[in-house]
C-alpha cells in the first residue's frame, strides 16, 4: 500500500467516525512560549485539554507533521544509526475533546488496524498503564478489560510509567497510555524468541506504532494528581512505522516515504546504499534531515545562531558532515534533493512546493557556509595537532574547536584517528557538560499552579476597540527564572491589552486599584490561548476590581509601525514584483522589522520608490477598514493575503488600507496619516532570497529628521554656513586627495633616502647580508623599502621595526635562496620576535609581518634577531 493511500485511508476511516478532518499546524510553534517545535499531534489542541477554550468540533483527526530533536523528546543523536527514529515524522491522530474515552477508542484502533488494514492480529501486542504507588495510581483495568474483547489476553502486557503515562510537561494534563506494538519478524525468528519479550527494548522490527493516551488528570506543580474536569482522548501513530508495516519492510527507510530521496542521493553522490553501513548510516542521516529542514523553511524557521534557528542548524550541518565525512561530498548537494521531496509530499503538504524553491536557495547556502567552516576547522586542527605533544589531544581544545567554530567531534576524533593519535573524550565530555549547565543555570524556571479566584470560560479581549476598562483577576500564578526573576502572571476577565503575536510585541500599562495604588504591567503574551499580563508583583486586594490601563503612546507607536509593514509588504510586491511574499516580521514601538522574499540585493534607487510609495499611502490619508470574524475561504476570495506561516482559524479578521488587504490579528491605527511618515534605515541579506528592511514612522522619524538637521547645521557650520555645502565638501575631499599625493611622494622620498642609510649599514654574518634596525616609517613603506633592498642584496636577512602612534610595528624579509638553503622562515622568526613586543603576527616563509602593543620591547626584539644567524 502506497503511503499516500495509508494516510488518506487512516483519516476517511475517522472521518466516518464522525471526526473532522483538520490541517497540519505548522511544524514550528509560533504561540506557544514553552515550545519552539511541534512535537506531538495534541500540540496544537493544547488549550482544549486545559479548558482555555472551546473546540468547535469535539472529535478531530489529522495527519500533523512533527519535529523532535530538543528538550525531553531528543532523537536527534539516534537518527541514521537505527532504521525507526527520525527527528522529522508524521502523526497520524484522532483526539476527543470530552467526548468518548477509552472504549471506543481501543475499538477503532483495533478495527483500523485489523479490519481496514488487515494486518494479522497474531503479530500485534497491546501494554497498559501497570500503576504507580508514588501517585497512588492502581493498574488500568478498565483498558484491560477492553483490550479483552479484542486481543487474547498473554498479549496485553504491563508498562511502567516511563512507557505507558503520557504527560505534556512537568505540569499539566497527563494519563495513563496504552500502546499498540508490531513483530514484523520471520517466522523463524518469533519461534526462537517471543514477541512479548522484546516490546519496549529497542528492537528494529518488534516497534511501537500506535500509542492511545486517555488523558483524565492534572499534573500540579508539587506533583500531585487532580482529575480533569473532562476526559479526553488523544492518539498518536507513527506514519513512517505504519508504511513500514504495510509495505512489508525492516525499515522505514525501505518505505516509498524515503527511497525516492535516497535513490537521488545514491545518484548525486556516485554512492550506493545496501552494502556499507557507514554510507548507510550517512544517507539515512541525510535523507532524514532534509524532510527536517525542508519542512521547517516551508513553516517559516530559517536557519540561526539562537533558537529554533539554531536547532535547524544544527540538523542541517549534521547531514552535511555525514555527506563529508562518508560520502566525501566537498561540495552543496542537499539543496539539490528538495525537487524529489517536494514532489513526493507536496500533495499532502502544499506549503513544500509552494516555498521550495526558497528551501533550496537557503539550504544551498547554509552548505556553503559550513563547507567553510569545516574548511577553517580543518587547518585549525592541524595546527593543533602540530602543538600537541605526544599522541592524544586535548579535551579542552576539541571543545574550543567544537564550541568556536562549530566543528563536529567525531571528525575531529576521525582525523586524529587517521593520524594514529587519540582523543581524550573524558576531558571534551566535561567542558561539554560545563556548557550544558551553564545554558540549563541560565534557562532555570519554575512556574506555579495556578490559584484560581473566579470561573470564567471565556477571557475576551477588547483592546481593538478600549485601551482601558474595568477588570477582575480570574488566577493568577507566580514564576521564577534566572533572567527575569520572580514574576506574576496575571488573567482578567477581560482585557484591553494586546498580547505579544504577529510579529507585535506586548502591550505594557498598569493596574489601578481603587485606593490609588498602581501595579504595573510590563509585558502581555499569550499562552494556550489565554492572555496573561506580567507584573513584578500582586495587588493588594486580588480580589477587587480594577482599572486596567494600556500605555496609550507605546500603543499608538505600535500600531503606526504595524500599518507600516502592511503599507511596506503593498509596496514591495508593487516594485519587485508579485514574487515578493513577507517570511517575518517584528513590530516594536519604536522601529519595525520586516523580511520578505527577493532574488537579489534591492538598490538604492527601489528604495527610494519604496519609501516614496509607502510616504504616498501616507498622505493620503487612507481610513483603516476593518471586518471581524470573515469566514477564511470568503477573505482569500476578496484577495487578502495570508501571512506566511501563520495558522488561521474558521474565521478571520481583514485589515484594509485601500488596495492593501491583510488577514492581521494586531493593532493599526485608524488612518494612514497617523503614521506621520516612513524612513527606511536599512536594507540587508538574512538568508539566500531573504532580505530585511528595518524602518522608522512616528516619533522616532522625527528624532532622526531632527538629529540629520542638527548634523547638518553642525557640518554647515565647520565649513564657515558655505551656501553650497555640498561643494564645499567635495572641494575639501579634491584639496585633501592632492595633499595625499604630495605626502605620499615626500614618504617615498624619505624612504628612498632612509633605504640607502640602511643600505650602508647590511653587515655580513657567516655569509648572510643581516641588518635589524629601527625606523621612522609607516608599515606600507617598511614593505616597499624591504622588497627593494631584497631586489638589490643577494642573501638577505633583514628585521626592520617601528613605533607608529604608540604602536610596534615589526617586518622581516628572507631572501627566497636563504629561505631554501638555511631552511629559514619569516613567519616562524616573526612570531618567536613579536613576543617582546606584545604581538603576534604571521606571513610567508620570505616576508612576515608583526603588530603590538609595546614599542619598549623593540630594541630587544632587534637584538634578539641576530642570534639566528649563529644559530
Known amino acids: 500500500m502506497k503511503s499516500q493511500e495509508l494516510r488518506s485511508k487512516f483519516l476517511s476511516f475517522f472521518e466516518s467516525k464522525q471526526h473532522q478532518i483538520v490541517p497540519s499546524a505548522p511544524m514550528v510553534m509560533k504561540n506557544d512560549p514553552t515550545l519552539l517545535f511541534t512535537n506531538a499531534g495534541m500540540n496544537q489542541f493544547k488549550e482544549y485539554f486545559l479548558g482555555n477554550a472551546n473546540p468547535k468540533h469535539t472529535r478531530l483527526t489529522d495527519s500533523q507533521k512533527c519535529l523532535r530533536v530538543s528538550g525531553k523528546h531528543n532523537d536527534l543523536e539516534e537518527v541514521g544509526k537505527d532504521t525507526y527514529h527520525h527527528t522529522m515524522f508524521e502523526m497520524l491522530g484522532n483526539w476527543s475533546i470530552g467526548d468518548y474515552f477509552k472504549d471506543e477508542a481501543i475499538a477503532w484502533a483495533w478495527e483500523f488496524f485489523v479490519d481496514i488494514l488487515k494486518i494479522d492480529k497474531d503479530n500485534l501486542y497491546v501494554t497498559i498503564f501497570e500503576g504507580d504507588k508514588n501517585d497512588g495510581l492502581e493498574k488500568d483495568q478498565e483498558a484491560y478489560d477492553l483490550w479483552k474483547r479484542h486481543i487474547s489476553e498473554d498479549r496485553i502486557l504491563l508498562g511502567n510509567k516511563k512507557d505507558n503515562f503520557w504527560e505534556m510537561g512537568d505540569q499539566g494534563p497527563c494519563g495513563p497510555a496504552s500502546e499498540i506494538h508490531i513483530d514484523i519478524r520471520s517466522d523463524e ?27 483524565q488528570y ?8 487532580k482529575d480533569l474536569p473532562a476526559k479526553h482522548i488523544d492518539t498518536g501513530m507513527g506514519f513512517e512505522r505504519l508504511a513500514m508495516v504495510m ?21 548525486i553522490t556516485n554512492s550506493v546504499y545496501g552494502p556499507s553501513e557507514e554510507v548507510d548510516i550517512a544517507i539515512r542521516v541525510i535523507a532524514d534531515h532534509l524532510r527536517a529542514v525542508s519542512f521547517a523553511i516551508a513553516d517559516g524557521q530559517l536557519p540561526s545562531n539562537n533558537g529554533a534557528g539554531y536547532v535547524i542548524r544544527r540538523i542541517l550541518r549534521r547531514a552535511i558532515r555525514y555527506g563529508f565525512t562518508f560520502l566525501n561530498i566537498k561540495e552543496p548537494f542537499i539543496y539539490k534533493l528538495v525537487n524529489v521531496l517536494s514532489d513526493q509530499m507536496g500533495e499532502a503538504f502544499p506549503e513544500l512546493k509552494k516555498q521550495s524553491q526558497l528551501c533550496e536557495n537557503v539550504i544551498k547556502e547554509e552548505e556553503n557556509s559550513f563547507m567553510k567552516t569545516l574548511e577553517q576547522g580543518l587547518s585549525l586542527l592541524e595546527q593543533m595537532i602540530e602543538s600537541t605533544k605526544g599522541q592524544e589531544m586535548s579535551g579542552k581544545k576539541a571543545f574550543e574547536l567544537y564550541d568556536t567554530f562549530g566543528f563536529p567531534i567525531d571528525l575531529t576524533a576521525l582525523i586524529l584517528e587517521e593520524k594514529g593519535m587519540s582523543l581524550n573524550h573524558k576531558e571534551f565530555e566535561v567542558e561539554l557538560q560545563k556548557q550544558k549547565d551553564r545554558s540549563r543555570s541560565a534557562a532555570e524556571a519554575s512556574t506555579e499552579d495556578w490559584v484560581v479566584l473566579r470561573e470564567d470560560d471565556v477571557e475576551e479581549f477588547i483592546g481593538y476597540d478600549h485601551l482601558e476598562t474595568d477588570v477582575k483577576i480570574t488566577k493568577y500564578r507566580k514564576v521564577k527564572s534566572k533572567k527575569d526573576g520572580e514574576l506574576f502572571q496575571l488573567v482578567f476577565n477581560l482585557t484591553p491589552f494586546y498580547p505579544e503575536g504577529g510579529g507585535q510585541i506586548g502591550d505594557k500599562g498598569y493596574l489601578e486599584e481603587s485606593n490609588g495604588n498602581v501595579v504595573h504591567i510590563i ?24 482599572k486596567a490601563i494600556v500605555n496609550e503612546d507605546l500603543r499608538n507607536k505600535a500600531a503606526a509601525n504595524h500599518t507600516a509593514t502592511h503599507l511596506l509588504h503593498q509596496a514591495l510586491r508593487r516594485i519587485l514584483g508579485d514574487h515578493v511574499e513577507q517570511k517575518g516580521s517584528l513590530v516594536h514601538d519604536q522601529y519595525l522589522r520586516f523580511d520578505f522574499a527577493h532574488f537579489g540585493k534591492v538598490t538604492e534607487d527601489e528604495l527610494k520608490e519604496i519609501e516614496k510609495f509607502v510616504n504616498a499611502r501616507i498622505y493620503e490619508q487612507i481610513n483603516l477598514d476593518e471586518r471581524r470574524n470573515v469566514p477564511f475561504d470568503d477573505a482569500i476570495k476578496e484577495g487578502a493575503t495570508a501571512l506566511f506561516g501563520e495558522k488561521y482559524g474558521d474565521t478571520v479578521r481583514m485589515i484594509q488600507f485601500g488596495e492593501s488587504v491583510e488577514l492581521c490579528g494586531g493593532t493599526h491605527v485608524s488612518n494612514t496619516s497617523d503614521i506621520w511618515h ?7 541579506a538574512v538568508a539566500s532570497g531573504i532580505r530585511r528592511i528595518e524602518a522608522i514612522t512616528r516619533d522616532a522619524a522625527k528624532d532622526y529628521f531632527t538629529e540629520k538637521t542638527q548634523q547638518f547645521d553642525a557640518i554647515k557650520k565647520l565649513l564657515n554656513n558655505a551656501k553650497d555645502p555640498e561643494k564645499s565638501v567635495k572641494d575639501l575631499q579634491a584639496e585633501n586627495n592632492k595633499l595625499k599625493k604630495q605626502i605620499d611622494q615626500l614618504l617615498s622620498e624619505k624612504a628612498g633616502n632612509i633605504k640607502g ?61 636563504l629561505v631554501k638553503e638555511k631552511e629559514l622562515n619569516a613567519g616562524q622568526i616573526i612570531r618567536d620576535l613579536g613576543k617582546y613586543i606584545q604581538g603576534g603576527g604571521g606571513g610567508q616563509p620570505f616576508f612576515a609581518t608583526a603588530g603590538g602593543k609595546n614599542p619598549e620591547g623593540i630594541a630587544q626584539a632587534l637584538a634578539e634577531a641576530e642570534k639566528y644567524m649563529t644559530s
Not at 492534572?218 to 494528581?225: E, V
Not at 516612513?678 to 540587508?684: C, D, T, V
Not at 621612522?776 to 636577512?797: H, R
Open 678 to 684: 516612513f524612513k527606511i534605515l536599512s536594507e540587508s
Open 218 to 225: 492534572n499534573r500540579m506543580a508539587n506533583g500531585s494528581l
Open 247 to 267: 509495505q512489508g519492510k525492516q525499515s522505514n527507510y525501505d518505505t516509498d516515504v524515503f527511497m525516492p530521496i535516497i535513490k537521488e542521493i545514491e545518484t
Open 189 to 215: 525468528e518469533k519461534a526462537k524468541v517471543s514477541g512479548k519479550d522484546l516490546v519496549n527494548e529497542d528492537h528494529p522490527q518488534v516497534v511501537e506504532v500506535w500509542n492511545l493516551v486517555f488523558m
Open 757 to 817: 642609510d640602511l643600505k650602508a649599514k647590511i653587515k655580513e654574518v657567516n655569509g648572510i647580508h643581516f641588518l635589524a634596525e629601527k625606523v621612522d616609517l609607516d608599515a606600507n613603506a617598511i614593505k616597499d623599502v624591504a622588497f627593494q633592498l631584497g631586489g638589490e642584496v643577494e642573501n638577505l636577512f633583514l628585521v626592520l621595526a617601528s613605533d607608529q602612534k604608540g604602536k610596534a610595528l615589526m617586518s622581516c624579509y628572507i631572501s627566497k635562496d
Open 523 to 546: 509585558d502581555t503574551k499569550k499562552e494556550n490561548n489565554l492572555i496573561i499580563h506580567l507584573t513584578k508583583n500582586l495587588p493588594q486586594n486580588i480580589e477587587g476590581v480594577f
